[in-house]
């Protein structure tokens, strides 16, 4: 175990460069590389990729890696290019050939991580080349979908067990942000799992205050709480319109801030990102599209001005509060309108099975789909304007789309924006001939292979049209349209860049009529989502349990001692005290800290006439926990206004 520590110590620094790890993390790490099935849960920002990056990089052979999530597929595979490790990943929208290339490099390469999305688990041309590869680890992300008991299932997890038939030696990892212990208990045995060592960090943040609130007029409270809290903020809400709105208002009111949402291009969304992770804007204002993988430690405040459909949502959004262990605090606003919208909301998650069936066929006649074909093509898809022009509900379209990914018949994956790349399939006798012919072209080719070099023959490289423009004196279009021919001609393999949404066909198409819908489970799932919508609901409604409990007590943990720092624990806290003596304390406390004073917790209490008095520094701390006053760097205590 000493060797295995020091191996992993020395990877954790010379490929990452961290020179130890956090909190459970070498334990998961020193059990996978022992070739044991593990299962890691880590709240948000905990670090479960290095737990399946490190022990793979310690040994020989391929890691697989199965996610759901497109967006951090390729922000990994990225990261961990540019850390110098070869990694590829295989989703949906790309084409086959350019499927076929990265998997013979992932036999015949040095290809270190192979991301998967998991209805690829299944494809006979994925499965061909699996069996073939040098496998020493595979990593199943977001774990909780394989679970009908969680928030999020995806049917075609249950095909990731099947991969243990083709290497039975190859140990598994399955990682999660939070699962109960129904989520877990499934997990292990749909991923057979024998002898898991299971590793679990509390969903208890010691650090992080929890407060809910009823309020009318919820863009004034966030307001004045955002006046009150210092520091970056995310302000989370359902509505994309909503986003600008409340954007826009931050901004004419001095706050500064930008808004998400999936319906943003690609490159927009990354400069809003890349302005809030880096401190030039305040606040994001966003839909649940923002968030996932982003690693910003210093956000001392989320706040969400709609309720989430589950307090899984809830937990994983407010967690991205506070991840530097300093102060934050989550706060939920909430009207009876919101309450009761909640569980309507719920109730739509699964439509009508005739509603199902006539949005699959608005889809056949959308992209002329004949029954029988299309099998894993992908295409463009807008929501909004599909609805528009077939007239349907845009909430329970969603939802039908939503349940025929779970069906295993679709796959609606959001917009992101996938770069250009190329791939000379031939040749160089044969490319050169067709330099040769095509005289026009010649400039093109000779540029790419200058600029590229022998990598547009083993793989597909990323290209960028409008700076081979630049390069060729060319507008950007006419590149496009050479590219084009080049591709048409089949001598150079081109995928334009995309950033549309898109929609996938996981199965030949069916006649609607006959659509395979399994009334069982859809009625099974349309009853958990009410649960859920009633715990999310209780939750916030709540004025009698500490809230950091009730979260513990959701997910299978023990309840603690109460936190004393949510809303509910600070006002059993003012109660117990009584209101009299409170409010006495707390005006000779501001009276002392008046002018800009600052003094030591001692010396304020001492000043104020409360020396050694227990019921005077509970006062402190809930004005502190309040924002009202703060303490500095060197334990000096003062106005937070002043």
């Given at each position: 175990?000493?060797?295995?520590?020091?191996?992993?110590?020395?990877?954790?620094?010379?490929?990452?460069?961290?020179?130890?790890?956090?909190?459970?993390?070498?334990?998961?790490?020193?059990?996978?590389?022992?070739?044991?099935?593990?299962?890691?849960?880590?709240?948000?920002?905990?670090?479960?990729?290095?737990?399946?990056q490190?022990?793979?990089?310690m040994?020989?052979?391929?890691?697989?890696?199965?996610?759901?999530?497109?967006?951090?597929?390729?922000?990994?595979?990225?990261?961990?290019?540019?850390?110098?490790?070869?990694?590829?990943a295989?989703?949906?929208?790309?084409?086959?050939?350019?499927?076929?290339?990265?998997?013979?490099?992932?036999?015949?390469?040095?290809?270190?991580?192979?991301?998967?999305?998991?209805?690829?688990?299944?494809?006979?041309?994925?499965?061909?080349?699996?069996?073939q590869?040098?496998?020493?680890?595979?990593?199943?992300?977001e774990?909780?979908?394989?679970?009908?008991?969680?928030?999020?299932?995806?049917?075609?997890?249950?095909?990731?067990?099947?991969?243990?038939?083709?290497?039975?030696?190859?140990?598994?990892?399955?990682?999660?942000?939070?699962?109960?212990?129904?989520?877990?208990?499934?997990?292990?045995?749909?991923?057979?799992?024998?002898d898991?060592?299971?590793?679990?960090?509390?969903?208890?943040?010691?650090?992080?205050?929890?407060v809910?609130?009823?309020?009318?007029?919820?863009?004034?409270?966030?307001?004045?709480?955002?006046?009150?809290?210092?520091?970056?903020?995310?302000?989370?809400?359902?509505?994309?319109?909503?986003?600008?709105?409340?954007?826009?208002?931050?901004?004419?009111?001095?706050?500064?801030?930008?808004?998400?949402?999936?319906?943003?291009?690609?490159?927009?969304?990354?400069?809003?990102?890349?302005?809030?992770?880096?401190?030039?804007?305040?606040?994001?204002?966003?839909?649940?599209?923002?968030?996932?993988?982003?690693?910003?430690?210093?956000?001392?405040?989320?706040?969400?001005?709609?309720?989430?459909?589950?307090?899984?949502?809830?937990?994983?959004?407010?967690?991205?509060?506070?991840?530097?262990?300093?102060?934050?605090?989550?706060?939920?606003?909430?009207?009876q309108?919101?309450?009761?919208?909640?569980?309507?909301?719920?109730?739509?998650?699964?439509?009508?099975?005739?509603?199902?069936?006539?949005?699959?066929?608005?889809?056949?006649?959308?992209?002329?789909?004949?029954?029988?074909?299309?099998?894993?093509?992908?295409?463009?898809?807008?929501?909004?304007?599909?609805?528009q022009?077939?007239?349907?509900?845009?909430?329970?379209?969603?939802?039908a789309?939503?349940?025929?990914?779970?069906?295993?018949?679709?796959?609606?994956?959001?917009?992101?924006?996938?770069?250009?790349?190329?791939?000379?399939?031939?040749?160089?006798?044969?490319?050169?001939?067709?330099?040769?012919?095509?005289?026009?072209?010649?400039?093109?080719?000779?540029?790419?292979?200058?600029?590229y070099?022998?990598?547009?023959?083993?793989?597909?490289?990323?290209?960028?049209?409008?700076?081979?423009?630049?390069?060729?004196?060319?507008?950007?279009?006419?590149?496009?349209?050479?590219?084009?021919?080049?591709?048409?001609?089949?001598?150079?393999?081109?995928?334009?860049?995309?950033?549309?949404?898109?929609?996938?066909?996981?199965?030949?198409?069916?006649?609607?009529?006959?659509?395979?819908?399994?009334?069982?489970?859809?009625?099974?799932?349309?009853?958990?989502a009410?649960?859920?919508?009633?715990?999310?609901?209780?939750?916030?409604?709540?004025?009698?349990?500490?809230?950091t409990?009730?979260?513990?007590?959701?997910?299978?943990?023990?309840?603690?001692?109460?936190?004393?720092?949510?809303?509910?624990?600070?006002?059993?806290?003012?109660?117990?005290?009584?209101?009299?003596?409170?409010?006495?304390?707390?005006?000779?406390?501001?009276?002392?800290?008046?002018?800009?004073?600052?003094?030591?917790?001692?010396?304020?209490?001492?000043?104020?006439?409360?020396?050694?008095?227990?019921?005077?520094a509970?006062?402190?701390?809930?004005?502190?926990?309040?924002?009202?006053?703060?303490?500095?760097?060197?334990?000096?205590?003062?106005?937070?206004?002043?």
């Amino acid at each position: 175990m000493d060797t295995l520590k020091a191996t992993a110590l020395k990877v954790l620094k010379s490929s990452f460069g961290f020179a130890d790890f956090r909190p459970l993390q070498e334990e998961i790490v020193l059990s996978v590389a022992g070739g044991r099935d593990t299962l890691a849960i880590l709240p948000t920002g905990g670090g479960k990729s290095l737990c399946f990056q490190v022990p793979a990089l310690m040994q020989e052979g391929i890691c697989l890696v199965v996610s759901p999530l497109i967006a951090l597929m390729k922000d990994q595979v990225d990261n961990l290019k540019k850390k110098g490790v070869k990694a590829v990943a295989v989703y949906s929208g790309m084409r086959a050939r350019e499927i076929d290339v990265l998997l013979d490099n992932c036999i015949y390469g040095e290809v270190k991580f192979l991301y998967v999305s998991p209805e690829r688990l299944k494809t006979e041309l994925f499965l061909a080349r699996f069996k073939q590869m040098d496998v020493c680890l595979i990593a199943v992300d977001e774990a909780h979908c394989i679970s009908q008991w969680g928030y999020d299932f995806r049917p075609p997890y249950l095909e990731i067990a099947a991969l243990r038939e083709i290497h039975p030696q190859v140990p598994f990892i399955a990682l999660t942000a939070s699962a109960t212990q129904d989520v877990r208990r499934d997990i292990m045995e749909k991923l057979e799992m024998k002898d898991c060592a299971v590793f679990a960090q509390s969903a208890k943040r010691g650090n992080l205050s929890f407060v809910a609130r009823e309020a009318e007029n919820k863009f004034e409270k966030a307001w004045e709480v955002l006046k009150k809290v210092q520091g970056s903020a995310i302000l989370y809400l359902r509505n994309r319109k909503g986003t600008k709105e409340i954007s826009d208002q931050l901004n004419r009111l001095g706050i500064s801030a930008t808004y998400y949402h999936a319906g943003l291009r690609g490159e927009e969304r990354s400069i809003r990102q890349a302005a809030w992770i880096g401190g030039k804007v305040r606040v994001m204002v966003a839909t649940n599209a923002f968030g996932m993988g982003i690693d910003k430690p210093d956000v001392r405040l989320v706040i969400h001005l709609d309720l989430p459909e589950n307090l899984e949502n809830y937990y994983q959004e407010a967690g991205r509060a506070g991840r530097d262990g300093l102060k934050a605090f989550a706060v939920l606003y909430y009207s009876q309108h919101d309450l009761a919208q909640l569980q309507e909301r719920a109730a739509q998650t699964y439509p009508p099975m005739e509603f199902i069936r006539k949005v699959y066929q608005c889809l056949a006649n959308q992209y002329r789909i004949a029954v029988g074909s299309s099998e894993m093509s992908s295409f463009d898809f807008d929501l909004h304007s599909f609805t528009q022009n077939y007239q349907l509900d845009v909430l329970l379209t969603y939802n039908a789309l939503k349940v025929m990914q779970e069906e295993s018949l679709l796959l609606l994956s959001e917009g992101l924006t996938t770069p250009s790349t190329i791939h000379i399939p031939v040749s160089q006798s044969q490319l050169y001939e067709v330099q040769v012919r095509y005289a026009t072209l010649d400039p093109l080719i000779k540029l790419l292979l200058r600029m590229y070099g022998g990598e547009l023959f083993s793989g597909y490289v990323k290209v960028q049209e409008g700076r081979l423009g630049q390069a060729m004196g060319l507008p950007e279009g006419q590149v496009v349209k050479m590219l084009q021919q080049l591709d048409s001609l089949e001598v150079v393999a081109y995928n334009p860049r995309k950033d549309q949404p898109q929609v996938t066909f996981l199965t030949p198409r069916f006649d609607a009529g006959k659509l395979p819908l399994n009334s069982k489970r859809i009625a099974h799932r349309r009853d958990l989502a009410i649960s859920k919508a009633a715990s999310m609901a209780a939750y916030a409604e709540n004025n009698q349990f500490c809230r950091t409990s009730i979260l513990l007590d959701y997910f299978g943990e023990d309840k603690e001692e109460s936190c004393g720092i949510c809303d509910v624990c600070l006002q059993k806290k003012k109660l117990a005290m009584g209101k009299d003596r409170e409010e006495a304390i707390r005006e000779k406390i501001l009276i002392t800290l008046s002018g800009g004073k600052a003094f030591s917790l001692r010396k304020l209490l001492a000043e104020a006439g409360y020396s050694d008095s227990l019921d005077a520094a509970e006062v402190v701390r809930i004005m502190e926990d309040e924002e009202v006053i703060k303490t500095l760097s060197d334990g000096s205590i003062k106005l937070t206004m002043e």
